[in-house]
């Protein structure tokens, strides 16, 4: 990775020892997270904890004896008596596992962006008609706990969002929204209200189609995945999985969870997709982190997504300096193209480079 980076300051990584493109925020080499071990560990504990507490967030997600579960996501916390969820939207109330947002009201932010727009999957979806909006929907509040957050600020203005009924959002409809994209944050912890919300849409458009589609890590239920998966299809949407990374610790140091469910949603989806070829269904993006995210675990998502169809559209996206990481460089046009490179020859045969503008 260093080759990639001429001239970058390099730092001793905590754990081996040698001089390596990281960041302070973990203080250990991808090499070493891939290897594991429990000082490593400790240290990935250690760099997400130290993230939460100005958010009012739980430190890890809580799995508390006798609590109550939430299955919304991976994380599938289980609350204690007062103790609030990992995305901050459930919370136990006299043993009661209630929806603060999610299920009947969703906090989130929304806009009309005019088409073409800045969908991830604009370069492949081709169903979006050139004078209409796209509903944009930004939903607060997220899943994973990514050190290198593009849009981290949402985590200390969600309990300040605005609140929307299904109704409501589906009210923001109008004759020219030909689609509505929900993105965020993340959609997993509100996936329910997005399912409801869409339903509502469908009901009251006036003319024309109404596409969905979901931008996210990818973190839900499989179960509520397959309804999202059926609403995207029939409506001609499209759902985009932004694949952190491959290998699982790798994964965890980097957003402070599993990729699990992501994986098998993945799966799911690649399944689905045959469905309907075009537009795709399924798209999967990955950040191009220096030091972390590079040919080596491009090459393993590549590899993973080749097997299910070599034919899945996988976008590649410059990395740019943000929340804990902002002592990395952004993506150089090197790692990229050598990225680039490692996802070809793994199969896959529709792959790109986003946010080329970030290149360095």
Request: charge should be positive; proline fraction near 7%.
């Amino acid at each position: 990775m260093r080759d990639l980076y001429p001239g970058i300051k390099l730092r001793p990584c905590a754990a081996c020892g040698e001089s390596k493109l990281l960041t302070a925020a973990l203080g250990v080499c991808a090499d070493c997270l891939r290897a594991g071990t429990e000082e490593v560990e400790r240290l990935i504990r250690q760099a997400h904890a130290q993230t939460r507490p100005r958010f009012g967030l739980p430190l890890e997600p809580p799995h508390t004896t006798g609590g109550r579960e939430c299955r919304f996501c991976v994380n599938r916390c289980r609350l204690g008596e007062g103790e609030i969820g990992y995305c901050g939207t459930k919370r136990n109330e006299g043993g009661k596992l209630v929806h603060l947002y999610g299920v009947q009201r969703g906090a989130l932010d929304w806009y009309n962006d005019p088409i073409p727009t800045n969908c991830v999957s604009e370069w492949v979806c081709g169903a979006c008609e050139r004078g209409g909006v796209n509903l944009a929907v930004f939903l607060r509040a997220c899943s994973f706990n990514c050190l290198f957050c593009q849009n981290w600020q949402f985590k200390s203005r969600h309990r300040r969002a605005e609140v929307y009924t299904p109704e409501q959002l589906a009210a923001c409809v109008r004759e020219r929204t030909v689609c509505i994209c929900y993105f965020g944050g993340d959609p997993a912890p509100q996936a329910v209200f997005t399912i409801f919300a869409s339903q509502k849409a469908q009901e009251r458009k006036p003319t024309g189609p109404l596409r969905f589609c979901w931008e996210t890590n990818g973190s839900e239920n499989p179960r509520l995945m397959r309804k999202m998966a059926s609403l995207a299809l029939e409506s001609g949407g499209t759902i985009k999985i932004d694949l952190k990374a491959f290998t699982p610790r790798l994964h965890r140091a980097l957003t402070g969870t599993s990729n699990q469910w992501t994986l098998e949603n993945v799966r799911q989806l690649a399944r689905r997709g045959r469905e309907r070829p075009e537009p795709p269904l399924l798209v999967v993006s990955t950040l191009l982190v220096p030091g972390y995210v590079g040919p080596e675990e491009v090459g393993r998502i590549a590899t993973f997504l080749a097997e299910l169809s070599s034919d899945i559209p996988y976008s590649l996206l410059a990395f740019y300096p943000q929340f804990t990481m902002t002592d990395l460089p952004p993506t150089s046009r090197a790692h990229a193209e050598a990225c680039l490179a490692a996802a070809q020859s793994a199969g896959l045969t529709r792959v790109r480079v986003g946010n080329l503008h970030l290149l360095w």
